[in-house]
């Protein structure tokens, strides 16, 4: 069993920066990042190998966020630049063996932090 426990949401105008963060109670494999909206589907965001070396990225999302790992600390990152009023949700962590795009592929869920983008 894995424990997730997201950080550093919040309220920015945009245009901002903020840096999202997500602790793990273990060594876990795959990580991602997913976002919802009341009365929508879960969406992806980003995810990233054990590694690092494999990165996936949502469209909506390339060139502004930047996801990150440290291992040492059992902990992920999700840098989040130029930020956009339909980038505000509450932003979720995933983790798993196998990870990627899918929601269907994680195991493990945080309880999700509020991010709100005003204009």
């Known amino acids: 069993q894995v424990q997730l426990e997201e950080s550093g949401g919040g309220l920015v105008q945009a245009g901002g920066s903020l840096r999202l963060f997500c602790a793990a109670s273990?060594?876990?494999?795959?990580m991602g990042w997913f976002r919802q909206v009341p009365g929508k589907e879960r969406e992806f965001v980003a995810a990233?190998?054990?590694?690092?070396?494999?990165?996936y990225y949502a469209d909506s999302v390339k060139g502004r966020f930047s996801i990150s790992r440290d291992n040492v600390k059992n902990t992920m990152y999700l840098q989040m630049n130029s930020l956009k009023p339909e980038d505000t949700a509450v932003y979720y962590c995933?983790?798993?063996?196998?990870?990627?795009?899918?929601?269907?592929?994680?195991?493990?869920w945080g309880q999700g932090t509020q991010v709100t983008v005003s204009s």
């Open positions: 990233s190998s054990w590694s690092g070396s494999n990165l």
């Open positions: 995933a983790a798993g063996p196998r990870g990627g795009q899918s929601e269907r592929t994680y195991d493990y």
């Open positions: 273990r060594r876990t494999y795959a």
